[in-house]
C-alpha cells in the first residue's frame, strides 16, 4: 500500500496548473501542485461547470485519495494478451447460454428496442455480458474516489479531471448519494460500464419509473446500451461481420483494417463463407483480420464493427462482442479451433518491434502492443524472409527478425 506522504511524491510531477474561478493568474507548477491544491482545482472546474457549491463543498473537498489505484493504472501484464487467450476467456459456454436465458427474459423490451434504435438484441446481450457478465459484477470502487485519485495526477489528468466533474453532474441530475455510485477502478459504472460522460449523454429510463440508473435497472442499462449504439453510428439491418475462408493462395498482404475492399473485390480472391457459398458481388465494404495468425480463423468485418470500436478501441474486443452476438442468436462455432500461439513477454515483445524498426520495417514505437502498424511492419518482414506474411509474430517470424543482421542502409519494402 502507497502512504500518503508517498503519494505526495508521485503528486510531485503532475502537470496541471491552478487557474482560480474568478480567472487569478496565480499558476503552480507540476512540482509544486499537493493533494489539497489538486482539490482545490478540482473544485473551481467544477463549479464552473454548474456543479453546486454544497456538492463542491461537501461532496469533493471530503474525497481522499486511493494511492492503490495508481498501481491499477501502471500496472503492465508480464505477458502479450493472445488472441486465443483473451478470446477462449470471453466467449464462453456460460456467457453463451447466460445471454440466451435474458433474451427470453427481456423478450418483448429487446425488440421494442431493436424496433426504436435498430440494434439487434443479440448484440446488446453481448455487450452486456462482456462488460459486467450480465450484471453479475459491476465493480466495488466507489465512483469519485476512483476519478478524483486519476484526476490528480500526471498520466491522464486532464482525461479523468473532466470524468469527475461530469460524474458530480450525474450526482445531482439523479439525486444521487456518493456511496451509490460505485464500479470499475477507472470510473466506468453500471450494467453495461458507462463513464461518467456517456452517462449523462446517452443513458436512458427503460423501465420508464422516471429515473436512469444503470446499477439495478437491467431495462436501463439495455436502452442505454442501445442508444448508445445508435449514436456512434450503428447501422440496422447489418451485421458486424462473419468469419471467412482464405484460399490456400490468398495474399495476406491485403489483411489489415486500413485496407476495406468491397465484398465484390474478396469474392474475386477466392474469399468464401465457411460454408464454402460465395460472398457474392456488391460494393459494400469489408475489412480482412486474421488475429491469430494464417492457422486460426479470419475474418470480414462491416461498418457496424467500427461502432463496436468505438465502444472499446480493441480488434480482439470487436470480434468477441461480434462472435458472442452470433452464438446468442444460434450461430455456429468458430470453424477452425483457436491455435496454441507462443506467449511472449513485454519486453520479448519490444525487443522484437525494435528490431523490426532496425530493420527497416516500421512499426512506431515499440510499446509491446500487437496493433496494426506492428501487424503490418511484420507482413512486410515476413514477405522480405519468404514466410506466410499473415502479419502474426509466430515464432519462425520473431526467430528470423532477431537473427538477421542489422546493417547500415536497409531496403524499405514499404515504400
Same mark, same amino acid.
Given at each position: 500500500?502507497?502512504?500518503?506522504?508517498?503519494?505526495?511524491?508521485?503528486?510531485?510531477?503532475?502537470?496541471?496548473?491552478?487557474?482560480? @474561478? @474568478?480567472g487569478?493568474a496565480?499558476?503552480?507548477?507540476?512540482?509544486?501542485?499537493t493533494?489539497?491544491q489538486?482539490?482545490?482545482?478540482?473544485?473551481? +472546474?467544477?463549479?464552473?461547470?454548474g456543479v453546486?457549491?454544497?456538492?463542491?463543498?461537501?461532496? =469533493?473537498a471530503?474525497?481522499?485519495?486511493?494511492?492503490?489505484?495508481?498501481?491499477?493504472?501502471?500496472?503492465?501484464?508480464?505477458?502479450?494478451?493472445?488472441? !486465443?487467450?483473451?478470446?477462449?476467456? +470471453?466467449? !464462453?459456454?456460460?456467457?453463451?447460454?447466460?445471454?440466451?436465458?435474458?433474451?427470453?427474459?427481456?423478450?418483448?423490451?429487446?425488440?421494442?428496442?431493436?424496433?426504436e434504435?435498430?440494434v439487434?438484441a443479440?448484440?446488446?446481450?453481448?455487450?452486456?455480458?462482456?462488460?459486467?457478465?450480465?450484471?453479475?459484477?459491476?465493480?466495488?470502487?466507489p465512483?469519485?474516489?476512483?476519478?478524483t !485519485?486519476?484526476?490528480?495526477?500526471?498520466?491522464?489528468?486532464?482525461? @479523468?479531471?473532466?470524468e469527475?466533474?461530469q460524474?458530480l453532474?450525474?450526482?445531482? %441530475?439523479e439525486?444521487?448519494?456518493?456511496?451509490?455510485?460505485?464500479?470499475?477502478?477507472?470510473?466506468?459504472?453500471?450494467?453495461?460500464?458507462?463513464?461518467?460522460?456517456?452517462?449523462?449523454?446517452?443513458? %436512458?429510463?427503460?423501465?420508464?419509473?422516471?429515473? $436512469?440508473?444503470?446499477w439495478?435497472?437491467?431495462?436501463?442499462? =439495455?436502452?442505454?446500451?442501445?442508444?448508445?449504439?445508435?449514436?456512434?453510428?450503428?447501422?440496422a439491418?447489418?451485421?458486424?461481420?462473419?468469419?471467412?475462408?482464405?484460399?490456400?493462395?490468398?495474399?495476406?498482404?491485403l489483411a489489415?483494417?486500413?485496407?476495406?475492399?468491397?465484398l465484390?473485390?474478396?469474392?474475386?480472391?477466392?474469399?468464401?463463407q465457411?460454408?464454402?457459398?460465395?460472398?457474392?458481388?456488391?460494393?459494400? *465494404?469489408s475489412?480482412?483480420l $486474421?488475429?491469430?495468425?494464417?492457422?486460426?480463423?479470419?475474418?470480414?468485418?462491416?461498418?457496424?464493427f467500427?461502432?463496436?470500436?468505438?465502444?472499446?478501441?480493441?480488434?480482439?474486443?470487436?470480434?468477441?462482442?461480434?462472435?458472442?452476438?452470433? +452464438? $446468442?442468436?444460434?450461430?455456429?462455432?468458430?470453424?477452425?479451433?483457436?491455435?496454441? =500461439?507462443?506467449?511472449? !513477454?513485454?519486453?520479448?515483445?519490444?525487443?522484437?518491434?525494435? *528490431?523490426?524498426?532496425?530493420?527497416?520495417?516500421?512499426?512506431g514505437?515499440?510499446d509491446?502492443i500487437?496493433?496494426?502498424?506492428? +501487424?503490418?511492419?511484420?507482413?512486410?518482414?515476413?514477405?522480405?524472409?519468404?514466410? $506466410?506474411?499473415?502479419?502474426?509474430?509466430?515464432?519462425?517470424?520473431?526467430?528470423?527478425?532477431?537473427?538477421?543482421?542489422?546493417t547500415?542502409?536497409?531496403v524499405d519494402?514499404t515504400?
Amino acid at each position: 500500500m502507497v502512504s500518503f506522504s508517498s503519494y505526495k511524491i508521485i503528486l510531485s510531477a503532475v502537470s496541471l496548473s491552478l487557474v482560480s @474561478f @474568478f480567472g487569478s493568474a496565480q499558476e503552480v507548477t507540476p512540482e509544486q501542485e499537493t493533494f489539497p491544491q489538486c482539490i482545490d482545482r478540482l473544485q473551481q +472546474r467544477a463549479l464552473a461547470a454548474g456543479v453546486s457549491a454544497a456538492t463542491a463543498n461537501n461532496v =469533493l473537498a471530503k474525497i481522499e485519495l486511493m494511492p492503490k489505484l495508481l498501481e491499477y493504472d501502471r500496472n503492465q501484464p508480464e505477458f502479450v494478451q493472445t488472441f !486465443t487467450g483473451y478470446f477462449s476467456k +470471453r466467449v !464462453t459456454n456460460w456467457r453463451i447460454d447466460k445471454g440466451r436465458e435474458k433474451f427470453a427474459e427481456h423478450r418483448a423490451f429487446l425488440a421494442k428496442l431493436t424496433q426504436e434504435y435498430g440494434v439487434p438484441a443479440h448484440y446488446l446481450l453481448a455487450f452486456w455480458g462482456l462488460e459486467t457478465n450480465f450484471g453479475n459484477y459491476k465493480g466495488k470502487i466507489p465512483t469519485l474516489r476512483a476519478l478524483t !485519485t486519476l484526476a490528480c495526477d500526471q498520466r491522464r489528468s486532464r482525461y @479523468f479531471s473532466s470524468e469527475l466533474v461530469q460524474a458530480l453532474l450525474l450526482l445531482e %441530475r439523479e439525486n444521487l448519494q456518493p456511496e451509490q455510485m460505485i464500479g470499475s477502478w477507472a470510473g466506468a459504472m453500471g450494467h453495461t460500464q458507462f463513464m461518467p460522460t456517456a452517462y449523462l449523454k446517452y443513458a %436512458r429510463d427503460g423501465d420508464g419509473d422516471g429515473k $436512469i440508473d444503470l446499477w439495478n435497472s437491467e431495462q436501463d442499462a =439495455l436502452a442505454s446500451a442501445a442508444n448508445f449504439l445508435k449514436n456512434l453510428g450503428w447501422q440496422a439491418g447489418y451485421r458486424w461481420g462473419r468469419e471467412v475462408q482464405l484460399p490456400e493462395s490468398f495474399d495476406y498482404q491485403l489483411a489489415g483494417k486500413s485496407h476495406p475492399k468491397s465484398l465484390s473485390f474478396w469474392n474475386k480472391q477466392q474469399v468464401t463463407q465457411v460454408s464454402g457459398q460465395s460472398l457474392g458481388n456488391s460494393d459494400i *465494404k469489408s475489412a480482412l483480420l $486474421i488475429p491469430a495468425g494464417y492457422t486460426g480463423s479470419a475474418f470480414l468485418v462491416y461498418s457496424n464493427f467500427d461502432v463496436i470500436l468505438r465502444w472499446n478501441n480493441s480488434e480482439y474486443y470487436g470480434i468477441a462482442v461480434g462472435h458472442l452476438a452470433d +452464438r $446468442i442468436a444460434g450461430k455456429d462455432d468458430l470453424s477452425k479451433p483457436l491455435p496454441d =500461439l507462443p506467449k511472449y !513477454t513485454i519486453l520479448e515483445m519490444q525487443a522484437f518491434q525494435e *528490431k523490426l524498426n532496425q530493420l527497416g520495417f516500421e512499426v512506431g514505437e515499440a510499446d509491446g502492443i500487437l496493433g496494426p502498424a506492428t +501487424r503490418k511492419g511484420v507482413r512486410d518482414f515476413q514477405m522480405s524472409v519468404g514466410l $506466410i506474411a499473415d502479419g502474426y509474430p509466430s515464432k519462425n517470424t520473431v526467430e528470423a527478425a532477431m537473427n538477421k543482421p542489422t546493417t547500415v542502409n536497409q531496403v524499405d519494402v514499404t515504400s
